[in-house]
């Protein structure tokens, strides 16, 4: 079964453009989350959707958003971006029913904002 | 609040060694599940092993087992026989019942592995 898979890999931006980052999970899963990730404070959970509704929001200003699709795949969107906003973006997906569902993460987006 | 403590930021094993990385939460929900992750340089996050809150054993995958305390609060990561592939960051995560808090995970600041061979 294939993975997550996450493009683009790796974007470099300036300060005040936008960038869409996309996930595709895992067949069959229905969430997707994602986590940024920096040396300074660490994983931190951004969103997740559940067959295209957001089900969970962390405390991301709203220039973080997303959106999932009727096939499950995601995007999240960052808009007006900040030097701050360079990190590593994970995606994660899982079936996301059941507390022991295993979220199972992509290879990460990694984003530096000049 | 949910809460995830590792208070180790780096530790070093001699390969085939066993080492235990520490993990201790705080949750006001009565079901919950802790996970361990690992994260090579490449970035990737790899799922380890699962312990749920209400399972009276503790989890084992292979070479990883979770001794998990509830009464102390702690899921602590065991590795044993350590191999020098095993250098990386571990982080220790917590959900909450999908119910209420969805697929939310919320992660500890991460031990760093080193093996020595």
């Known amino acids: 079964k294939a993975g997550v898979t996450q493009t683009p890999r790796y974007l470099i931006k300036t300060r005040g453009q936008q960038v869409t980052l996309s996930c595709s999970p895992i067949?069959?899963?229905?969430?997707v989350s994602w986590y940024q990730q920096t040396p300074g404070q660490g994983l931190q959970f951004l969103f997740e959707y559940f067959s295209e509704t957001q089900r969970n929001k962390g405390n991301f200003p709203g220039r973080f958003s997303g959106r999932q699709f009727s096939n499950s795949r995601s995007e999240m969107n960052v808009s007006t971006l900040e030097l701050g906003d360079s990190a590593l973006y994970l995606c994660a997906s899982s079936l996301g029913r059941e507390l022991a569902d295993t979220q199972y993460f992509g290879p990460g987006t990694r984003l530096t904002v000049l | 609040a949910q809460k995830i403590t590792q208070t180790q930021p780096g530790m070093f094993v001699q390969e085939k060694e066993a080492v235990t990385l520490d993990c201790t939460y705080d949750t006001s929900d009565q079901s919950y599940g802790l996970f361990w992750y690992k994260q090579p340089s490449s970035g990737e996050m790899i799922f380890l092993i699962y312990?749920?809150?209400?399972?009276?054993q503790n989890a084992t995958e292979g070479r990883y087992s979770l001794n998990f305390q509830k009464a102390r609060k702690s899921a602590n990561l065991v590795i044993s026989a350590s191999q020098l592939g095993d250098s990386a960051m571990y982080f220790c995560?917590?959900?909450?019942?999908?119910?209420?808090?969805?697929?939310?995970?919320?992660f500890g600041q991460g031990t760093e592995l080193s093996v020595k061979p």
């Open positions: 067949s069959g899963h229905r969430s």
């Open positions: 995560a917590m959900r909450g019942s999908v119910f209420s808090r969805g697929g939310k995970l919320i």
């Open positions: 312990q749920g809150s209400y399972d009276e």
